[in-house]
């Protein structure tokens, strides 16, 4: 492929190599890094870095990860909205043929070869929008479902309590509503499991997702698909001890759906 010439490439591409966890391998080179698994053909990169603007190295660290082995097809995994523009310079460059973005993911079909067709990951139906008004208690559960449906699941056993800050709930889940008198608006607490979404990095304590935020976008639409008027969604936590979640803090307007109940005035989670 015949250099771009609006995309400056001094630099070689010589990354390093070591295995992240069971089934990725990171390649890395300077600013630069993708977390990467090659199953049957289809190349899968978990995570995708790169601080350099208006260079080549994303561009070229791709064609040499799928010189690796015989790649049908590549499936990158919630790009986070900064690396959106090297993919589409990718495109633009022709080292791909399609890109569509659906559900957060990105799916690019490679030109060489026989391409297989694209597969969607499976992802179920979000639950409509309740008929009737909702509790805190029963609020909480249901952005916890609807979260999981969306692929943002929370896998973890701990009882994340020690995430939100709602020790004092007997049995929290580390999902929790109330109402914000400072501010007026509703204040949720979830947690998710941060992978296969994330990157972390390992320490002899734990260890510690590099870029928690994101998911942030991913969170922030679905609350928006329930009617909800989305003011900030931030990372506010995560465990230390090999454990995978992340707490995210939502603020929003109240919903036609949710009761006003004095209850709100603290936290409200869903039975354990």
């Known amino acids: 492929m015949q250099s771009d010439p609006q995309m400056p490439d001094n630099t070689p591409f010589q990354p390093r190599i070591f295995q992240m966890h069971k089934d990725f391998h990171r390649y890395e080179d300077n600013s630069v890094f993708a977390d ?16 350099i603007k208006d260079q080549g190295h994303s561009r070229r660290a791709l064609e040499w990860i799928t010189k ?16 959106l523009p090297f993919w589409r310079r990718m495109f633009d460059v022709g ?23 694209i597969t969607k990951p499976p992802i179920t139906a979000m639950a409509a929008l309740p008929s009737g008004k909702l509790t805190g208690k029963q609020a909480a559960q249901f952005i916890h479902d609807a979260l999981q449906a969306i692929g943002l699941p929370r896998t973890s056993t701990l009882n994340g309590g020690e995430i939100t800050g709602w020790t004092t709930n007997l049995g929290s889940t580390g999902f929790s509503i109330r109402h914000d008198k400072r501010t007026g608006l509703l204040q949720w607490h979830v947690v998710v499991s941060g992978r296969p979404h994330m990157s972390y ?14 998911l942030c976008p991913r969170i922030q639409t679905m609350f928006e698909a329930l009617a909800l008027k989305v003011t900030s969604v931030k990372a506010t936590g995560w465990q230390t001890a090999w454990d995978d979640d992340v707490s995210y803090e939502i603020y929003t307007n109240h919903p036609e759906w949710l009761e006003s109940n004095p209850r709100l005035e603290r936290s409200c989670d869903p039975a354990p």
């Open 36 to 51: 990467v698994a090659l199953r049957d053909g289809v190349m899968i990169i978990q995570d995708w870095y790169s601080e």
């Open 68 to 83: 690796e082995g015989e790649v049908s097809r590549v499936e990158v995994v919630d790009a986070s909205y900064r690396t």
């Open 95 to 117: 080292l791909v043929q399609q890109v569509n973005d659906t559900c957060g993911q990105t799916v690019l079909e490679r030109i060489d070869g026989d391409p297989a067709p």
């Open 201 to 214: 990095e390992e320490d002899d304590h734990g260890y510690y997702p590099t870029r928690p935020e994101v």
